[in-house]
Nanobody, 129 residues
Framework: QVQLVEPGGGLVQAGGPLRLSCAASGRTFSSYGSVGWFRQAPGKEREFVAAICWSGNWRYYVDSVKGRFTISRDNAKSTVFLQMNSLKPEDTAVYYC?????????????????????WGQGTQVTVSS
């Protein structure tokens, strides 16, 4: 079992920054394991935001956040971060981190929620205009 805890959400003005964190515990990650961030806005489906391999060899972003968001990890602390800059009102959503410690899927699978076995409780991010 893996527990994921996500402090860091909140209210921020458009154009401002916010950093989310996702602390994992309970199981050792394979170097091929992955942690992803997804978000769900009211009335919309959950969408992929970013993902990173535990070894740091790759990281991917949805087009709408490229150049504004950065995903990173601190393996010593078993924590993954999502630094969000130049936030827009359309970034408002509940953000979830998700993990697959095994790394059993191909890289392209990690764009999809089905590749992740463990999910955090979600944290609200609200961007005011």
């Amino acid at each position: 079992q893996v527990q994921l805890v996500e402090p860091g959400g909140g209210l921020v003005q458009a154009g401002g920054p916010l950093r989310l964190s996702c602390a994992a515990s309970g199981r050792t990650f394979s170097s091929y394991g992955s942690v992803g961030w997804f978000r769900q806005a009211p009335g919309k489906e959950r969408e992929f935001v970013a993902a990173i391999c535990w070894s740091g060899n790759w990281r991917y972003y949805v087009d709408s956040v490229k150049g504004r968001f950065t995903i990173s990890r601190d393996n010593a602390k078993s924590t993954v971060f999502l630094q969000m800059n130049s936030l827009k009102p359309e970034d408002t959503a509940v953000y979830y981190c998700a993990a697959d410690p095994s790394g059993r899927y191909s890289v392209s699978d990690y764009y999809h929620a089905r590749a992740y076995d463990y999910w955090g409780q979600g944290t609200q991010v609200t961007v005011s205009s």
